[in-house]
């Protein structure tokens, strides 16, 4: 079975430049989350998709983030401008529900440097 | 507000000796505990679970315990070995949550041979 693949695994911008990441999740998965992880901190929340419907999104700055998932598939997570404080790990995740315990399965990330 | 705090940012054991790595939460609510493993340039990993119904669960070398009148988990890795070495996340979830992972921040384990 494929795992949640992302894409590109790092990118340098500089600030106020846009940047957009590209999630693919596991074959039906119906759950697709977006994390940021900041150096020597845990993975925290963005926004959570239900299929194509968003679940969650109350820790995305939204005059800046913006994500979609069209088809209820493939993800993308846009940030526009970049600050410097926006660098760090974007983490796709997957899951086959939402709602219930189960565990989440992540991509290997997309390393930003904002300079 | 830190609702799951992982208070050792670091542990250096043994090969062969044990590993414990605590983690804390404050939301009474959580009802599911999940710990995730992470080598360095690579996403997290699932490695154990536990639900609230329980207070321990065991798969192979690694074990998780739950005290809910604490809340309070840990993770016990018997024997450990140099693979082992990693960044381990403690996370919790529940109903309320609809199913997003709240992630402690880490405890980065390092087996010597």
């Known amino acids: 079975e494929a795992g949640v693949a992302q894409s590109p695994r790092y990118k340098i911008i500089e600030k106020r430049q846009s940047v957009a990441f590209w999630c693919n999740p596991i074959?039906?998965?119906?759950?697709l989350y977006w994390y940021q992880q900041i150096l020597g901190q845990g993975p925290k929340l963005l926004i959570q998709?239900?299929?194509?419907?968003?679940?969650?999104d109350s820790q995305l700055p939204k005059d800046r983030f913006s994500a979609e998932r069209l088809k209820g598939v493939d993800s993308t997570l846009k940030i526009q401008p970049a600050k410097l404080e926006d660098s760090a790990v974007y983490l796709c995740?997957?899951?086959?529900?939402?709602?219930?315990?189960?565990?989440?399965?992540f991509g290997q990330g997309t390393r930003l440097t904002v300079v | 507000d830190q609702q799951v705090k992982q208070n050792s940012p670091s542990l250096s054991v043994q090969e062969g000796r044990i590993s414990i790595l605590n983690c804390d939460y404050t939301?009474?609510?959580?009802?599911?505990f999940l710990w995730y493993k992470k080598y360095p340039a690579e996403g997290p990993t699932f490695l154990i679970s536990?639900?609230?119904?329980?207070d321990k669960n065991e798969d192979g070398r690694f074990t998780v315990f739950l005290n809910k009148s604490a809340k309070h988990l840990s993770l016990h890795i018997v024997p450990s070995q140099p693979g082992d070495s990693a960044v381990y996340f403690c996370?919790?979830?529940?109903?309320?949550?609809?199913?997003?992972?709240?992630f402690g921040q880490g405890t980065e384990l390092s087996v010597k041979p």
């Open positions: 536990i639900s609230s119904i329980k």
């Open positions: 939301n009474s609510m959580f009802d599911y």
């Open positions: 995740a997957s899951s086959f529900v939402s709602g219930v315990n189960t565990e989440a399965f």
């Open positions: 998709f239900q299929n194509n419907g968003v679940v969650d």
């Open positions: 074959s039906g998965h119906a759950t």
């Open positions: 996370a919790a979830s529940g109903y309320n949550q609809g199913g997003k992972l709240i």
